[in-house]
């Protein structure tokens, strides 16, 4: 079987050492499969308010600086927005996409008067104040129909290749969640199960903050009839603060000035992936046997 990874960095600043872990291991994990497996990269930058003009291509130059080279040529969300509007329109054919005229406001409001002051992770747990139609109300964006869709099925279940044993359930932990702004930008969820399933990927490589996006992701798929990929969610960088090094708590670009700068940056990714030295071929080897369910 042909394996197929990627590496899917948005555009918000540059790479820096903890968007390079997550490079420099989905490569390895393509590195280490059989022949006809292809590396590939995908500026996720759909979320357009939150990218940053001339990152992408940032981004592109630092991986090429570092050896990172992808196997197809790059492609960007941007223009790829047909993919994702077929897509929506499956599922509200599907009775499974409806508007939502709330805004953060009322959705609090719901949530206060439901008894229910709980946010996950600083995110609302959507009440389903537009389940049942608008109110009147304009739409404001497009949601899933989780709950709906994911019925008396109970928690979603799924195998992460190095966190192993995962479940969420994702109507009660989550809730209806947004595919798309009404005027704005396509949600990162929807995007990234389009992409994947149109570019092949077989193999999904990222960082662990994004672990509690996977089950959302699988609903979607199995909604829009697409497969799922095997997951692996690697170690974060920690910043000085004990949060994961962003943009936000200084993170600073990686240094490519030169190739010995690249590679010691490369050195230090692969040291928070548990591998040791600094050959890309020992640290194939030590990928492989680290992971040994690799294809
Ligand atoms: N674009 C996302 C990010 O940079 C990663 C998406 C993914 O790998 O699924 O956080």
Redesign the pocket.
């Known amino acids: 079987m042909t394996v197929v990874g990627r590496f ?3 555009p918000t600043g540059p790479l820096h050492a903890g968007s390079l872990v997550a490079a420099l291991a989905s490569w390895l994990d393509v590195r280490a499969r059989a022949t006809q497996a292809r590396w590939l990269v995908r500026i ?1 930058d759909a979320d357009t308010e939150r990218c940053q003009s001339g990152m992408g291509e940032l981004i592109l130059q630092q991986l090429a600086a570092c050896g990172l080279l992808p196997d197809e040529a790059p492609v960007w969300q941007t223009r790829r927005t047909a993919l994702y509007d077929a897509a929506l329109s499956q599922l509200q054919q599907a009775g499974l996409a409806y508007p939502c005229g709330c805004t953060r406001k009322e959705i609090d409001e719901a949530l206060a008067r439901q008894g229910v002051a709980h946010t996950r992770h600083g995110e609302r747990v959507y009440p389903g104040t537009c389940r049942d139609g608008l109110h009147g109300k304009k739409a404001r964006a497009w949601r899933f129909a989780a709950t709906k869709f994911q019925g008396a099925s109970g928690p979603l279940r799924w195998t992460d290749r190095r966190l192993g044993e995962q479940q969420q359930d994702v109507a009660s932990e989550v809730g209806d969640f947004v595919l798309k702004r009404a005027d704005g930008p396509w949600a ?1 969820q929807l995007a ?1 199960v389009v992409d994947d399933a149109q570019q092949g990927i077989t193999d ?1 490589v ?1 960082g662990e903050d ?1 672990a509690d996006n996977t089950a959302r992701q699988i609903l979607l798929q199995r909604a829009l009839g697409l497969p799922t990929p095997r997951y692996l969610h690697t170690p974060l960088v920690l910043a000085a603060d004990g949060n994961k090094l962003s943009k936000q708590n200084g993170a600073a670009a990686i240094d490519t000035g030169s190739p010995e700068a690249a590679q010691a940056e490369l050195a230090a990714a692969a040291r928070v992936l548990g591998l040791s030295g600094d050959d890309r071929a020992a640290w194939v080897a030590q990928w492989r046997a680290l992971y040994p369910d690799a294809r």
């Open positions: 899917a960095p948005s996720e990162y990234v999904v990222r994004l």
